[in-house]
């Protein structure tokens, strides 16, 4: 038995991503999710910025990721005014989720 050498075709990321429809839609709600934060950064105070990561977004839920229960405190009072500006801008987001993340080890 001959095994038949394989021809490697290398791709990149963006065609890896194209050619997989599951993979174009993750990638299409990560670029949402990311606009989402730049949209409603300039409400948030600078000092809270490297604390917040935007998160998964679908079935209009978004969820943001926050580094510290004392930043999700501030965060959850501004919410009001994050989705306000969120639903000005046309978004499909119709209710935040906040998630506290655990110090990576």
Request: hydrophobic fraction near 45%; charge should be positive; include cysteine.
């Given at each position: ?49 490297k604390q917040i ?38 978004t499909q987001v ?12």
């Amino acid at each position: 038995m001959t095994t038949v050498p394989r021809k490697h075709t290398v791709f990149s990321l963006e065609q890896a991503v194209g050619a997989a429809p599951n993979l174009a839609a993750l990638q299409e709600r990560i670029r949402v999710s990311r606009a989402c934060l730049e949209l409603v950064k300039p409400l948030i105070p600078a000092m809270l910025h490297k604390q917040i990561q935007a998160g998964p977004i679908g079935d209009g839920e978004w969820c943001l990721l926050v580094g510290s229960a004392a930043a999700s405190t501030k965060l959850r009072q501004l919410l009001p005014a994050i989705q306000k500006r969120l639903t000005e801008n046309g978004t499909q987001v119709l209710s935040i989720r906040l998630k506290i993340q655990s110090p990576q080890r």
